[in-house]
């Protein structure tokens, strides 16, 4: 595939762009769905588990998992710029895919397998460390595995494609354990004790065994199936001595780009948003939709199809009206129409919950909004893949890892505040750690939602106001591969002389 265009009116040299195989493009989605499986866990279960199953108090569950994802986050960008300088005979990337593995599997299991009889004090530092401990193994695999995609190809359009390959598994991953639990595992966790199989901590210890496994099918697969692609992927720099200094310098200039603060800062409010959404989730389908086990599998499972239309989607509006512009509009609509459901309730515009038609309308707006909203992440992902060429011509290096590592400091450091937030809303609520649906009042029901919808709108239009500031076109990326191969060929004559 071939980019012939030109900038200013100017012809320009014929700039030839990769195009990945189909095979390369599902063995590098694919590696999302041990992200996926983690995200869903720590996103939707792991708050609930510790603190309305297990008994621990919820805000120890959430200051444990802020902490957890601050020791993580402050460990990236070191990750990054490690990823992108490793000097070994399979390339810079996977050597950390293959490394990460074993251990992700085998400290997830842990996870959700807590000591019995332990006071809070305790509970709270198991959850702490393993946690921690599972965050950075992620960390270590999937830094560096995100990182391939710029390299894997540059054209503009693929690296949607990729994204949107990416997306696909890592959401269709993670959903698949979430209707797993509510359609399987909670129900056949019941017992005369226990009515309600999610509260029963056997099902979650059997779910971390079945996601475990999971997660190293998951990182293998991936690794193994890119391996071929390691002869083809961007060499390391030159061997050279690196000293702490050396190091924050280069990661400080690579990171001080425009359209690159614009991505990042927008991704703060993003994340925060991202995170309280998650992590109040299934208190809203449980407490104040007062949904069963099996009505929250099916919401659930419209997911799957939410991941087909944002991965099909994205793609058509990278080519048509391009990614910054289609990500703009494809957010607005996403996140204005989210709390949509809860507000129509608070306006008492929909009927009462034992009514049919509540559930089959959160249904189908969560399935087309979770899909828009899918869209949108895939579009803002490629935007950051774009970010590469044009550092690489301010600083002469290929930094995809640390522009990646970047990204995710971001989502952890930050998007820990979301969790933590929920757990004072939870409290500011009235609602108590193992609280009962049936015997939670109406008050405390409405107050949650009152309290939530004006926190997530905000969040999410600041996002969205500070990531059209991003500069990064077409056009502009062409430019730069144009006068990357300009400098590259300069090179090479000179090289002759």
Same mark, same amino acid.
């Not at 999610?198 to 998951?218: D, H, K, T, V």
């Given at each position: 595939?071939?980019?012939?265009? =030109?900038?200013?009116?100017?012809?320009?040299?014929?700039?030839?762009?990769?195009?990945?195989?189909?095979?390369?493009?599902?063995?590098?989605?694919?590696?999302?769905?041990?992200?996926?499986?983690?995200?869903?866990? /720590?996103?939707?279960?792991?708050?609930? /588990?510790?603190?309305?199953?297990?008994?621990?108090?919820?805000?120890?569950?959430?200051?444990?998992?802020?902490?957890?994802? #601050?020791?993580? $986050?402050?460990?990236?960008?070191?990750?990054?710029?490690?990823?992108?300088?490793?000097?070994?005979?399979?390339?810079?990337?996977?050597?950390?895919?293959?490394?990460?593995?074993?251990?992700?599997?085998?400290?997830?299991?842990?996870?959700?397998?807590?000591?019995?009889?332990?006071?809070?004090?305790?509970?709270?530092?198991?959850?702490?460390?393993?946690?921690?401990?599972?965050?950075?193994?992620?960390?270590?695999?999937?830094?560096?595995?995100?990182?391939?995609?710029?390299?894997?190809?540059?054209?503009?359009?693929?690296?949607?494609?990729?994204?949107?390959?990416?997306?696909?598994?890592?959401?269709?991953?993670?959903?698949?354990?979430?209707?797993?639990?509510?359609?399987?595992?909670?129900?056949?966790?019941?017992?005369?004790?226990?009515?309600?199989?999610? %509260?029963?901590?056997?099902?979650?210890? $059997?779910?971390?065994?079945?996601?475990?496994?999971?997660?190293?099918?998951?990182?293998?697969?991936?690794?193994?199936?890119?391996?071929?692609?390691?002869?083809?992927?961007?060499?390391?720099?030159?061997?050279?001595?690196?000293?702490?200094?050396?190091?924050?310098?280069?990661?400080?200039?690579?990171?001080?780009?425009?359209? *690159?603060?614009?991505?990042?800062?927008?991704?703060?409010?993003?994340?925060?948003?991202?995170?309280?959404?998650? $992590?109040?989730? %299934?208190?809203?389908?449980?407490?104040?939709?007062?949904?069963?086990?099996?009505?929250?599998?099916?919401?659930?499972?419209?997911?799957?199809?939410?991941?087909?239309?944002?991965?099909?989607?994205?793609?058509?509006?990278?080519?048509?009206?391009?990614?910054?512009?289609?990500?703009?509009?494809?957010?607005?609509?996403?996140?204005?129409?989210?709390?949509?459901?809860?507000?129509?309730?608070?306006?008492?515009?929909?009927?009462?919950?034992?009514?049919?038609?509540?559930?089959?309308?959160?249904?189908? =707006?969560?399935?087309?909004?979770?899909?828009?909203?899918? #869209?949108?992440?895939?579009?803002?992902?490629?935007?950051?893949?774009?970010?590469?060429?044009?550092?690489?011509?301010?600083?002469?290096?290929?930094?995809?890892?640390?522009? *990646?590592?970047?990204?995710?400091?971001?989502?952890?450091?930050?998007?820990?505040?979301?969790?933590?937030? $929920?757990? *004072?809303?939870?409290?500011?609520?009235?609602?108590?750690?193992?609280?009962?649906?049936?015997?939670?009042?109406?008050?405390?029901?409405?107050?949650?939602?009152? *309290?939530?919808?004006?926190?997530?709108?905000?969040?999410?239009?600041?996002?969205?106001?500070?990531?059209?500031?991003?500069?990064?076109?077409?056009?502009?990326?062409?430019?730069?591969?144009?006068?990357?191969?300009?400098?590259?060929?300069?090179?090479?004559?000179?090289?002759?002389?």
């Amino acid at each position: 595939m071939s980019v012939d265009s =030109t900038a200013g009116g100017a012809p320009g040299p014929r700039i030839e762009t990769t195009k990945p195989s189909l095979w390369t493009k599902v063995s590098y989605g694919f590696g999302a769905v041990a992200f996926g499986v983690k995200d869903n866990g /720590f996103s939707y279960f792991l708050l609930i /588990f510790y603190s309305q199953v297990i008994g621990l108090d919820a805000r120890l569950v959430g200051i444990a998992l802020f902490l957890s994802m #601050c020791f993580d $986050a402050f460990f990236d960008p070191i990750l990054g710029y490690w990823s992108d300088n490793l000097r070994s005979k399979w390339g810079r990337r996977h050597p950390f895919m293959y490394a990460a593995a074993i251990p992700i599997a085998a400290t997830y299991f842990l996870l959700w397998s807590p000591p019995k009889g332990w006071q809070d004090f305790h509970l709270f530092l198991y959850l702490l460390g393993l946690s921690t401990l599972v965050r950075m193994l992620i960390s270590i695999y999937e830094i560096p595995s995100t990182a391939l995609a710029p390299e894997l190809t540059d054209d503009y359009d693929e690296r949607s494609s990729l994204q949107a390959y990416r997306s696909y598994f890592g959401w269709t991953g993670g959903n698949a354990m979430s209707v797993f639990n509510f359609i399987v595992l909670f129900p056949l966790f019941v017992t005369t004790a226990i009515p309600n199989g999610q %509260f029963n901590p056997e099902a979650y210890r $059997a779910y971390g065994m079945i996601g475990s496994g999971l997660l190293l099918i998951s990182v293998l697969a991936s690794a193994i199936g890119t391996h071929s692609r390691i002869a083809h992927l961007k060499p390391a720099p030159p061997k050279r001595r690196l000293g702490p200094a050396v190091i924050f310098k280069e990661i400080f200039e690579t990171l001080s780009n425009r359209s *690159f603060l614009a991505l990042f800062i927008s991704a703060i409010f993003g994340s925060i948003a991202g995170g309280l959404s998650a $992590a109040l989730a %299934f208190f809203f389908y449980a407490y104040f939709w007062d949904f069963t086990t099996q009505q929250q599998g099916m919401i659930t499972s419209g997911v799957f199809v939410s991941a087909i239309i944002g991965a099909v989607l994205a793609p058509i509006v990278s080519r048509t009206i391009g990614k910054k512009k289609g990500a703009i509009i494809i957010g607005l609509i996403a996140f204005l129409g989210s709390p949509m459901p809860i507000v129509l309730r608070l306006l008492g515009v929909l009927p009462d919950n034992s009514s049919p038609l509540v559930f089959w309308f959160v249904f189908f =707006t969560t399935m087309i909004d979770v899909g828009l909203i899918i #869209c949108f992440q895939i579009l803002s992902g490629s935007m950051m893949a774009d970010l590469v060429e044009q550092a690489e011509i301010k600083t002469g290096r290929r930094s995809e890892g640390v522009f *990646f590592a970047a990204s995710a400091f971001i989502r952890k450091v930050v998007g820990s505040i979301g969790p933590l937030a $929920a757990t *004072f809303i939870l409290t500011i609520a009235g609602l108590k750690a193992g609280a009962d649906p049936s015997q939670v009042s109406q008050e405390t029901v409405l107050r949650l939602g009152m *309290f939530y919808v004006p926190a997530i709108l905000t969040l999410w239009m600041i996002m969205l106001a500070i990531m059209s500031t991003y500069t990064i076109t077409r056009g502009g990326h062409e430019a730069n591969l144009r006068t990357l191969a300009e400098m590259k060929g300069k090179e090479g004559d000179g090289g002759d002389d």
